[in-house]
């Protein structure tokens, strides 16, 4: 059984950084793409980002590139989101997810497995 463990959110002046980390166990990903999504109070949930754990390939939503960074540890079987310059707009629970595909996945209902969310709350 697939089990998707977010960890590292928290509260964080605009500006600063975060790093959040999703740790996967359960089986081989080796064939998976991993994403992070956002939900913020009020709002449908979003996607951030995503990568494949085969290859680094990469693909962000338009409103954090250049300021996030997705990548993988495959030793550790985590995936990291660097979280920089944090915008009081970026406060969300944000989930990790991963999704059986030779290719990076971007849309919400491809994914079959998400963690339980981390709050990441960026005060103005």
């Known amino acids: 059984q697939v089990q998707l463990v977010e960890s590292g959110g928290g509260l964080v002046q605009a500006g600063g950084s975060l790093r959040l980390s999703c740790a996967a166990s359960?089986?081989?990903?080796?064939?998976?793409?991993m994403g992070w999504f956002r939900q913020a109070p009020g709002k449908e949930r979003e996607f951030v980002a995503a990568t494949l754990w085969s290859v680094a390939s990469t693909y962000y939503g338009n409103y954090v590139k250049g300021r996030f960074t997705i990548s993988r540890d495959l030793a550790k079987n985590t995936v990291y989101l660097q979280m920089n310059s944090l915008k009081p707009d970026d406060t969300a629970v944000y989930y990790c997810?991963?999704?059986?595909?030779?290719?990076?996945?971007?849309?919400?209902?491809?994914?079959?497995?998400w963690g339980q969310g981390t709050q990441v709350t960026v005060s103005s």
């Open positions: 359960g089986r081989t990903f080796s064939s998976y793409a």
């Open positions: 997810a991963a999704a059986r595909s030779p290719g990076v996945v971007i849309t919400e209902y491809e994914y079959a497995y």
